[in-house]
């Protein structure tokens, strides 16, 4: 075969032939680039929700294999070309450059491939995804932390193919400890917020979809990376923060074993509140809610004030969010109940007047005047 090859060579003008094999190769791309099109075409029609291996491979791999294939096809075709020495060894030397940031690509594409598995292995749309969202937010720290390394290691091995670099780097190696020294002291933010990420992902105070409480605002973790972490509070409002902040300060995690929570409703109302009654009422409540998970349901006298009795509901839900909802559905049920049942019971001030006239107490009852 090698032969045939030479034999074509020599008949040919060197350009022509040089030519012949260049379009070879991107002969050879556009057929793979046409095969990958056509799986993606079949694959797109199918619901997004119904995971396939394949179709995963597919879709990240698409975009990596359509330059990789081409420039791996070319190096190999390199014995092949008739080029003079010189310019054979620079262009040898730039296209094992690009295969290099190819293959990189190639493989933190390859990273999402088994991202995709392992998210649809483990459901993250369950009630209880505890064991989800470990796992999620371990994965997603260790594939950062792979994509940092293939990019240092990738730019590693494109220098050293320089000559001059490589000898450069030889002759700083004997400053490389007063230089560890520099950088450490330099970079010691940066590479404390690595390590507590390290911390953060394997130990786990904070997982992705936590509930926090955070300087005072209600979130839910919606990102960590390698140096913050992105809270999505309530009102659509993004909280950032250093990562090593969760290590050295101290914040509420709703959702640190379980997702289930308890929330409590507070009444302030007369003393004459017919308290029993509101307790049949709030059990009724919850019974016809689908908020409530039947865990706890209770109606206390937690307080005497000066002017006012305070009750404390305490319900259960699922989750935070359900119980916020549920709060506000038991003490919306609970006034009106009161307002339409015991109108008496609701807050007031009373007046006591002593040693008035006969005739002025006359007065106002006749002006209805209510006190």
């Excluded at 075709?77 to 730039?94: F, H, I, Q, S």
């Excluded at 404390?192 to 839910?220: C, H, K, M, S, Y």
Aim: charged content about 20%; some cysteine; hydrophobic content about 45%.
């Amino acid at each position: 075969m090698n032969a045939q090859i030479n034999s074509w060579s020599k008949n040919m003008a060197p350009w022509v032939w040089n030519l012949v094999v260049i379009a070879f190769v991107l002969l050879i791309g556009l057929l793979v680039k046409g095969l990958i099109t056509l799986l993606l075409n079949y694959y797109k029609n199918k619901k997004a929700e119904d995971y396939s291996f394949f179709r995963s491979l597919v879709t990240h791999l698409s975009g990596p294999l359509n330059h990789f294939v081409p420039l791996l096809i070319l190096i190999i075709a390199m014995p092949y070309l008739t080029l003079k020495d010189v310019l054979e060894g620079t262009l040898r030397n730039w296209i094992g450059i690009m295969l290099l940031i190819s293959f990189a690509n190639l493989l933190m594409n390859a990273i999402k491939i088994l991202e995709d598995y392992v998210y649809h292995r483990y459901d993250f749309n369950k009630e209880d995804n505890l064991k989800e969202r470990k796992i999620r937010t371990q994965l997603q720290f260790i594939r950062r932390v792979a994509s940092v390394l293939i990019i240092l290691i990738t730019v590693s091995l494109i220098l050293l193919s320089f000559d001059n670099v490589r000898k450069l780097g030889a002759g700083l190696l004997t400053g490389v400890g007063i230089g560890g020294i520099i950088v450490g002291f330099a970079a010691q933010k940066s590479l404390g917020n690595l390590l507590a990420g390290f911390q953060i992902a394997f130990t786990q105070p904070i997982r992705i979809d936590d509930v926090l409480v955070v300087e005072g605002e209600w979130g839910r973790v919606e990102d960590i990376n390698l140096t913050y972490v992105v809270l999505n509070i309530w009102d659509q409002r993004r909280l950032i923060l250093p990562i090593n902040y969760f290590i050295e300060k101290p914040f509420q995690n709703w959702t640190r074993t379980t997702s289930e929570i308890l929330g409590t409703v507070f009444l302030y109302v007369d003393y004459n509140v017919p308290a029993e009654a509101l307790r049949e009422e709030l059990t009724r409540l919850l019974e016809g809610s689908k908020l409530w998970d039947k865990r706890v349901g209770i109606l206390q006298v937690t307080d005497v004030k000066e002017r006012t009795v305070e009750l404390r509901c305490l319900v259960s839900a699922r989750n935070s969010s359900q119980a916020f909802d549920l709060r506000c559905y038991i003490r919306e049920n609970l006034i009106k109940f009161l307002a339409d049942n015991y109108p008496d019971s609701l807050p007031k001030n009373r007046h006591a007047f002593d040693h008035m006239p006969p005739g002025a107490i006359a007065g106002m009852k006749d002006a209805k005047m209510d006190f």
